[in-house]
């Protein structure tokens, strides 16, 4: 006997049709919650930014998008090589390389770039400066150096002098536009 209400044996089951309304409202629901995610993690962790001119060239060119931490790193935690943003003199947030880290002589020497007397290798500057120029800086307590990798074509600690850690604003994470290989460091 059946019970009222109850399918016949071996008779179909009707489609429920409050699935795709469900499917859908699921689907808007982890959107949602996605983007409120990225709106959190954008406004307290990272931030995209344009590189605005062509100092950091061959690493990034005018127009890349790259992905800067808002947590400004302790001067004890870079290490040379690092990309960073920091405050420039005239106000600005300004993206470079950090060549001297606390406590080291840094010398552009002939062209070439030495910390503590020594020659350094540096991959990423294609156009180093001709053998007139030289300079030499110390980089004091809670201060880092920062160079752009286009040489000839960067204002940078060479005009500005060291950048000292209250200045620092974030650490380049990755480029995000065009895709391409990492930070270059």
Do not use: C
């Amino acid at each position: 006997m059946r019970r009222p209400g109850a399918r016949p044996a071996g008779a179909a089951r009707r489609p429920d049709r409050r699935a795709p309304v469900l499917a859908h409202r699921h689907a808007v629901a982890a959107g949602l919650l996605l983007l409120l995610v990225l709106l959190v993690v954008r406004a307290t962790l990272v931030v995209p930014v344009r590189v605005s001119s062509a100092s950091m060239m061959p690493t990034f060119e005018a127009g890349d998008v790259i992905l800067v931490s808002r947590l400004a790193p302790d001067v004890e935690d870079l290490a040379r090589g690092d990309l960073v943003v920091f405050r420039d003199p005239g106000g600005g947030r300004t993206l470079k390389r950090v060549v001297g880290l606390p406590g080291e002589r840094v010398a552009i020497l002939d062209g070439v770039l030495h910390v503590d007397g020594e020659p350094q290798e540096e991959v990423w500057v294609t156009d180093p400066l001709d053998g007139y120029y030289t300079r030499v800086w110390t980089a004091g307590e809670g201060e880092v150096v920062v160079l752009g990798d286009n040489r000839g074509n960067s204002i940078d600690s060479r005009d500005y002098g060291p950048v000292t850690e209250e200045d620092l604003v974030g650490r380049v994470l990755v480029r995000l536009w065009p895709p391409g290989p990492g930070t270059g460091s």
